[in-house]
């Protein structure tokens, strides 16, 4: 049944300030809107239970890509067709760049944003497997001041997020030191496009003298939220990649990992899948560090 318009309050007060005003008066009451792609269906499915929203799209301060030396900042509020049209995005956090062109249609990529996939929480969400492997660190803002957690720290539970009820979600911080890592990102799903993920792996790795000094997995659709495989990280951490390695990750990876059974797929076949995944990844990182 879809929803009544009437039952519904929209504002839009057009400045940062004004919302986390808004939100610091009745911590609880307002619900962001960004883009709406989540919202939006919501309504139209008659699901919208927030009486109050506040919209967030149109505010500069919430959709600006800043670049320094060391990291890249983006606001929550920008969208993945931003993220796939700048080109520093593409050149250092390629991962990122990809993630962006799976979300949707292209007109699902002009409104749906970066903040709103990670605050909705779902697990098989897009972006979140690129923004683990990178270690993405996830800044709040309310009126109170800024925080700063780990991204892996963010999700709490399906669907739930460490947010307090003032805070939005300001900025995604991403470091620039990635050059010399292996990069990895593969979404398994039932079509090349507009498909939710059965399963997805983002990786990154350095090897130095034949042993695996860094090592990110994250995963989508393996767990009730996005998570970061650690576990299996550190069945690789400091080791050479020999096969008896690579079969004690997976197995790792095997005991860590827990998906359900949906509409989408199994959790039988996801857990196959993501350890195919795994070996691809670490084959691939083999062969890298066999070219001399
Ligand atoms: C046709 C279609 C296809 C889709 N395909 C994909 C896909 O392939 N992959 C994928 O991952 N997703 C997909 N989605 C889901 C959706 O587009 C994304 O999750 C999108 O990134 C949500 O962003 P938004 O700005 O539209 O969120 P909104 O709908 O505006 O908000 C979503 C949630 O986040 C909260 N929120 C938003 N911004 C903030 C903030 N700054 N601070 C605090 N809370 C905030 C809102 O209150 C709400 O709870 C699809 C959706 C549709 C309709």
């Given at each position: 049944m879809r929803g009544n318009a009437a039952i519904h309050d929209l504002v839009a007060p057009g400045t940062l300030g004004a919302v986390l005003d808004l939100l610091a008066a009745e911590p609880g009451a307002w619900t962001p809107i960004a883009g709406g792609t989540e919202v939006m269906v919501a309504f139209a499915a008659g699901?919208?239970?927030?009486p109050k929203l506040v919209s967030l799209w149109g505010i500069p301060d919430l959709r600006a890509i800043e670049v320094a030396p060391q990291s890249v900042v983006i606001g929550a509020a920008t969208t993945f067709l931003d993220l796939r049209r700048h080109a520093l995005i593409a050149a250092d956090l390629p991962l990122l760049a990809k993630a962006a062109g799976w979300i949707g249609s292209i007109a699902n990529q002009g409104r749906a944003t970066l903040g709103g996939n990670l605050v909705n929480?779902?697990?098989?969400?897009?972006?979140s497997p690129a923004l683990l492997a990178y270690d993405a660190e996830i800044e709040f803002i309310s009126v109170r001041g800024r925080r700063r957690v780990p991204y892996s720290e963010f999700h709490t539970a399906y669907k739930r997020n460490?947010?307090?009820?003032?805070?939005l979600l300001y900025a995604i911080h991403l470091p620039?030191?990635?050059?010399r890592h292996n990069q990895y990102l593969r979404k398994v799903g039932t079509?090349?496009?507009?498909a939710i993920a059965k399963v997805a792996l983002g990786a990154i790795a350095l090897l130095e003298n034949g042993r695996i000094r860094e090592i990110r997995l994250g995963a989508a659709s393996l767990a009730p939220y996005p998570m970061r495989l650690m576990q299996t990280e550190a069945a690789l951490l400091?080791?050479?990649?020999?096969d008896d390695t690579i079969q004690s990750a997976r197995r790792a990876l095997l005991a860590e990992v827990k998906p359900i059974d949906d509409i989408r797929s199994t959790a039988d076949y996801r857990r196959r899948v993501a350890a195919n995944l795994l070996d691809e990844f670490l084959l691939q990182l083999r062969r890298v560090e066999a070219v001399p």
């Open positions: 699901r919208l239970t927030a929480g779902s697990p098989a969400a897009d972006s460490c947010l307090a009820p003032d805070e620039r030191r990635f050059a079509r090349r496009a507009m400091g080791r050479s990649l020999t």
